[in-house]
């Protein structure tokens, strides 16, 4: 069996494809486990050196998402699955019209394609994002049923991609599946143009002795989990009966709600003894009107009843993160 990974080089698509390789098998079209033969970490940029943790099965890819006629080469196959990440992501989708366009849009549809120009039924697992709900009826707390009205670039390209998502699954050209992620933390490295980006930012920085620049207010409400989680969510979404997800493919994933006092509190606490970088208030006003449009807590039934994993709290998050990279 291949396995595809648009944004394969990125935090998300390396973990899953670590994930994927120790397992050595996932669900092929026909719902049996199929060993991995082939891995493609197709990304716009590489690293220089191969990661840690890849195999002789694994090719990384260096190209243009919105280049089809690439994507219809890497994606191919009669034994198939695709997880597509790749994506410009919230703050840089609202600085770059045309490129969101480009790559979330124009990239979507030529996974979509691809999949679809498949032999067999190709299981395709998108991630989507809380950034799909928005507007001036926003709820406090959102579901998998709360009405989708994105107030940014990138959640509104977030929603297509989920409704074609859909209607390639009605008509039977591929078996699709939609992962809505909440804000997605701690994520190691350098930050990205990500308007979340501070929540991994407050616990990252200071946990390296770093100080950091807090752009958003400490009562902002997020709803966020742990990367182990959502790796792990995702890889049951790929495989879950496709019966049982239904005609709208597309779940939220669990998530807890946090303010960013709380986690700063989980961070202390966490911490403990260790000398931690100072978190200083450097208000950025675009960052908290695009945080401000996001809901605050987000509940996940149809996750749940796929029996989709869930943080347990904020404390196994920060453990987990410093376990994996911070004393790593």
């Given amino acids: 069996m291949k396995v595809v990974i648009t944004g394969g080089t990125?935090?998300?698509?390396?973990?899953?494809?670590?994930?994927?390789?120790?397992?050595?098998?996932?669900?092929?079209?026909?719902?049996?486990?199929?060993?991995?033969?082939?891995?493609?970490?197709?990304d716009a940029v590489t690293p220089p050196e191969r990661p840690a943790g890849l195999d002789e099965r694994v090719e990384i890819v260096s190209g243009d998402i919105a280049d089809r006629d690439l994507v219809m080469r890497l994606i191919s196959g009669d034994s198939l699955s695709?997880?597509?990440?790749?994506?410009?992501?919230?703050?840089?989708?609202?600085?770059?019209?045309?490129?969101?366009?480009?790559?979330?849009?124009?990239g979507g549809i030529n996974v979509l394609e691809a999949a679809r120009a498949a032999p067999g039924l190709t299981r395709v697992v998108f991630t989507s994002s809380f950034a799909v709900y928005g507007g001036s009826t926003l709820p406090d707390t959102v579901s998998d049923d709360t009405k989708i009205t994105p107030m940014t670039t990138y959640g509104m390209?977030?929603?297509?991609?989920?409704?074609?998502?859909n209607d390639?699954?009605?008509?039977?050209?591929?078996?699709g599946r939609g992962a809505r992620l909440p804000t997605v933390i701690i994520r190691p490295g350098k930050p990205n143009k990500a308007a979340s980006g501070f929540a991994s930012g407050v616990f990252r920085e200071p946990l390296s002795g770093i100080d950091y620049d807090l752009p958003v207010k400490n009562e902002t409400r997020m709803a966020v989990s742990g990367y182990r989680t959502i790796v792990d969510g995702i890889l049951a979404l790929h495989e879950a009966e496709s019966d049982a997800i239904g005609d709208d493919r597309s779940v939220n994933l669990p998530s807890i709600t946090l303010t960013v006092?709380?986690?700063?509190?989980?961070?202390?606490?966490?911490?403990?003894?260790?000398?931690?970088?100072?978190?200083?208030?450097?208000p950025d006003a675009a960052i908290q009107a695009i945080c401000d449009?996001?809901?605050?807590?987000?509940?996940?039934?149809?996750?749940?009843?796929?029996?989709?994993?869930?943080?347990?709290?904020?404390?196994?998050?920060?453990?987990?993160?410093?376990?994996?990279?911070?004393?790593?």
Wanted: charge should be negative.
């Fill in 168 to 175: 390639y699954t009605r008509k039977g050209f591929l078996d």
């Fill in 82 to 106: 695709v997880f597509h990440f790749a994506s410009v992501v919230s703050a840089g989708a609202e600085q770059d019209f045309d490129l969101a366009m480009k790559v979330n849009l124009d």
């Fill in 10 to 42: 990125g935090f998300l698509g390396l973990r899953l494809a670590r994930v994927i390789l120790e397992r050595g098998e996932i669900c092929g079209a026909s719902g049996a486990p199929e060993p991995i033969d082939k891995m493609i970490l197709f």
């Fill in 261 to 282: 006092a709380e986690m700063i509190e989980g961070l202390q606490r966490v911490a403990g003894d260790r000398p931690l970088g100072q978190i200083n208030a450097v």
């Fill in 293 to 328: 449009g996001w809901p605050g807590r987000g509940q996940s039934p149809r996750a749940d009843a796929l029996g989709l994993p869930a943080d347990k709290d904020l404390d196994s998050i920060i453990r987990a993160y410093i376990e994996d990279y911070a004393d790593a």
């Fill in 157 to 165: 390209t977030k929603v297509v991609n989920e409704l074609l998502l």
